[in-house]
């Protein structure tokens, strides 16, 4: 396997991105990790050079950059290069924590959908309150979807969650504002009525926000302004939660104090499934290889967790059974 990783992109690039793949050299030695950006800087945090190949590059894809702009215009940026070894066979799949815009433009427009697949997804493994997590899709690829959209996403979600994350015959669920079937807006009405005569999908109707996270199904579809909605929401409440909490402690009596003490270690677990970090990356589905987008503060265990995530994604070949799903399909 190879996996092209844009060295130079997010908020502590290069140092946690390599000291990310330090960590996963250590567990995958079937891998050859392609490092894309200035040689020099990436070296600095290198343990040694086994299963690993250094591209240099002499730009980078800033946040504030328009993502077409920027793709045409910068071609030598480790994002551009990364993924456009992909496209070129050199690379088996891509992990970038740039800029969002930028590595969807550049998967759709370098390594291309799926046929039959209208508009690729971003998706992300989510927290429960079981510990088990669920797919959300689509975060935020697209602002408007079709009910069409919305079953090829319960698809590419579905197909993940079972061959990715070893889900048997995973829950798929459509976001509503109700339960009841005639809920929702017209296209999720309408993808409800698709989802409900499709025998491949284990089609569990409509879920309401409030549910998603206390396990209520393991794929969760919605278009990609209401999903992307929701998950700053539950980013945000989360945060404030863990805030709040620290303060009310911290500022209470002696009392209170010694109590925050006692239920540390049960806080520290509430924080830790509330991380990405664990998570992997958030994955472009519906592209005929695995593009993964990590978050742009990732930390270097988050960037471990991408890349086990592509080395999975890789071993049960997930993007090659949804090529023959949806070309199946045609005919």
């Known amino acids: ?42 070296r600095q945090f290198l343990d040694d050079e086994t299963n690993i190949e250094i591209i240099e590059t002499t730009e980078v894809i800033d946040f504030h950059d328009d993502p077409v702009t920027a793709i045409k215009s910068k071609k030598d940026s ?18 970038s924590a740039g800029s969002t815009g930028a590595l969807l433009t550049a998967g759709l427009l370098l390594v291309k959908r799926i046929k039959q697949v209208s508009r690729p997804a971003l998706m992300s493994t989510l927290p429960t309150s079981d510990g088990r997590g669920f797919e959300m899709l689509d975060l935020g690829a697209n602002t408007e979807n079709t009910a069409q959209h919305l ?9 993940y969650a079972e061959n990715v994350r070893g889900i048997t015959k995973p829950k ?7 339960t009841e079937e005639s809920k929702g807006s017209p296209s999720v009405k309408e993808a409800h009525e698709l989802l409900s005569n499709m025998s491949e999908i284990n089609f569990i109707g409509n879920i309401e926000s409030r549910d998603i996270l206390t396990g209520g199904a393991d794929v969760v579809v919605a278009d990609g302004f209401t999903g992307n909605a929701v998950l700053k929401a539950i980013e945000g409440t989360a945060s404030v939660l863990m805030k709040q909490i620290k303060a009310a402690i911290m500022e209470g ?21 509330m991380s990405t970090d664990a998570a992997g990356g958030a994955a472009f589905v519906g592209l005929k290889a695995p593009v993964i987008k990590a978050h742009g503060n990732s930390s270097e265990i988050a960037i471990l967790s991408a890349l086990r995530q592509i080395h999975k994604m890789l071993e049960t070949d997930v993007t090659g059974k949804l090529v023959e799903h949806f070309e199946n399909m045609e005919n």
């Open 78 to 95: 480790s994002l551009v290069r990364a993924v456009t070894a992909v496209k070129k066979g050199e690379a088996d799949a891509v992990l």
């Open 151 to 159: 079953v090829d996403f319960a698809i590419l979600g579905s197909y």
């Open 1 to 42: 396997m190879k996996i092209a990783i844009d060295a130079m992109g997010g908020d502590f690039a290069p140092e946690n991105i390599v000291k990310g793949v330090n960590l996963a050299k250590k567990e995958f030695s079937d891998v050859t990790f392609q490092l894309y950006g200035n040689g020099e800087k990436i």
């Open 253 to 273: 009596s002696f009392t209170t104090k010694i109590g925050g003490a006692l239920i540390k270690k049960p806080l520290s677990g509430l924080k830790d499934m």
């Open 172 to 178: 798929v669920a459509l976001l509503s504002n109700g």
